[in-house]
């Protein structure tokens, strides 16, 4: 068994800073009116620092980062 | 009107049938606990809210949560849906047949606490719904209280009632957890639409397999449909499912004249072109695999002389002013799908707005901590395929459109 890991986001909290698409542009556009779109699937293991960084830099703490185990 | 199974009985306009009445016209349920679940699974029957969620597979969930502590059980009367009136009728004239479904629901769940949750507007319901709760036992009564829904599409979404139940704001919250796992107080929550009630109260006392012996092309079960629109006598029928749309329009006294298109399911249903809609069979599971829902049972009739257009656009206005103002992608792109579509409406087509629609379509969906947009998306998806000729040459003419 393998963790994959992904992003989430409560969409009741995000108030469309966009910081986490400053940061990690790879995985997260924004919107015409400023919030997150998070491109589906696991985050690739090369973007998982950078995922916790945009995780920790919420302001709002909406942006979460959620482990599934997968069988190989 | 006409009465299969939930509306047969005494004259519907008699008004509630008393419980008196009711237990000498259908005697007691003979099923409950574990094997009420089993047979509920075996029916295949499924929630009437909208979601057609298998109501034995959320018996089950909620059984399994509740091992560890008492569920509640929410009576979910808040129909919101404008063009619904199914369930008001429901509760204004069989109020017994929901509250057997739902103290069977409580006694096999273990549930310490019963919600009647109904729409503060629909009085006559409520009322019924009251009285009837009098004439019910110490014992249930005890654990029951009655709560009113606000007159908002959104408040009987299930975690909008468990959220009014817990601090009295009829506002989705995020799932998971849904509130089958962690509802009220944290408690696993059965909220349970009160037509499938009623359908649960009949199918304790006759079995699955009588649930089962009618229904056509394949389908199980009646249901309850509120036909609107351009039809002779709009209201609330009971047929089998499977029925056809055009026999459930016939059933309704037949169009008042020529249609364009239905709209199926109401406003988080899909427009579906008269000429196809027809022949499609009244059935949950064959309408979603057909990418079109059944929703609540609404089948709204559009007359050719309307314009389709027009109408889309003021559902969108409806549904973006009914977000619940939580989440960001419903809130500002609702109001902006909802603005391109009424510039199309009142000055006619433009192609950037036609682009844009396409475009927030696919960007909304599914962000919200509720299914609000993606309802309403779905709902406009289908208006711009059935009215694709309609909205690339509109004219301005909204102004000149009654409502």
């Known amino acids: 068994m393998k963790a994959s890991i992904h992003l989430t986001i409560d969409r009741t909290k995000c108030d469309g800073h966009g910081l986490c698409a400053e940061l990690l542009p790879e995985l997260i556009r924004l919107d015409d009116w400023g919030y997150p779109i998070i491109t589906p699937g696991p985050i690739p293991e090369r973007l998982g620092r950078i995922a916790q960084r945009a995780v920790d830099t919420c302001p709002v703490l909406a942006l979460a980062l959620r482990r599934t185990a997968v069988s190989r | ?403």
């Open chain 2, 1 to 403: 009107m006409s009465g299969l199974r939930l509306l047969a009985g005494p004259d519907l306009r008699s008004g509630a049938e008393s419980l008196a009445d009711h237990t000498r016209r259908l005697g007691a349920p003979t099923l409950g606990g574990r094997p009420l679940t089993e047979t509920l699974v075996r029916s295949g029957v499924g929630g009437r809210g909208g979601a057609s969620f298998p109501v034995g597979i959320k018996w089950r969930a909620v059984a399994a949560a509740a091992s560890k502590g008492p569920a509640v059980v929410i009576v979910n009367g808040a129909e919101g849906e404008p063009q619904s009136h199914k369930d008001r009728l429901l509760m204004a004239t069989r109020p017994h047949l929901i509250l057997d479904g739902a103290f069977l629901a409580a006694r096999t769940l273990r549930a310490a606490q019963v919600v009647i949750y109904v729409g503060e507007e629909h009085k006559t319901a409520w009322a019924a719904m009251a009285r009837a709760l009098k004439e019910r036992p110490e014992a249930e009564r005890r654990i029951t209280r009655m709560a009113g829904a606000p007159n908002r599409y959104v408040a009987g979404e299930s975690s909008a009632a468990v959220h009014l139940v817990d601090a009295g704001v009829a506002t989705p919250t995020t799932t998971p957890p849904y509130p089958r796992e962690r509802g009220v107080a944290a408690a696993p929550t059965l909220v349970q639409n009160v037509e499938t009630l009623a359908h649960i109260a009949l199918i304790a006392r006759y079995g699955d397999a009588w649930y089962r012996s009618v229904g056509r092309r394949g389908a199980a079960g009646t249901l309850l449909l509120t036909i609107a629109g351009g039809v002779k006598s709009p209201g609330v029928l009971e047929v089998e499912a499977g029925t056809t749309i055009e026999e459930a329009v016939a059933a309704a006294g037949g169009v008042s004249e020529p249609a364009a298109a239905v709209l199926l399911g109401g406003y988080f249903g899909v427009w579906v072109p008269a000429a196809q809609a027809w022949e499609l069979p009244l059935d949950g599971e064959t309408l979603r695999s057909r990418g079109m829902t059944l929703g609540c049972g609404v089948i709204g009739v559009q007359p050719a002389g309307r314009c389709g257009v027009c109408d889309t656009a003021r559902i969108m206005r409806y549904l973006a002013e009914e977000s619940s103002a939580q989440c960001g992608p419903c809130f500002f792109g609702l109001r902006a799908l909802s603005d391109a579509c009424s510039r199309i409406a009142e000055r006619g087509t433009n192609r950037d707005d036609i682009a844009r629609l396409k475009k927030w379509a696919v960007d909304v969906s599914g962000r919200g901590s509720c299914k609000h947009p993606d309802g309403a998306v779905m709902f406009l998806r289908s208006a711009l395929s059935t009215f694709s000729d309609q909205f690339a040459s509109h004219p301005a003419h909204w102004r000149q459109q009654p409502a």
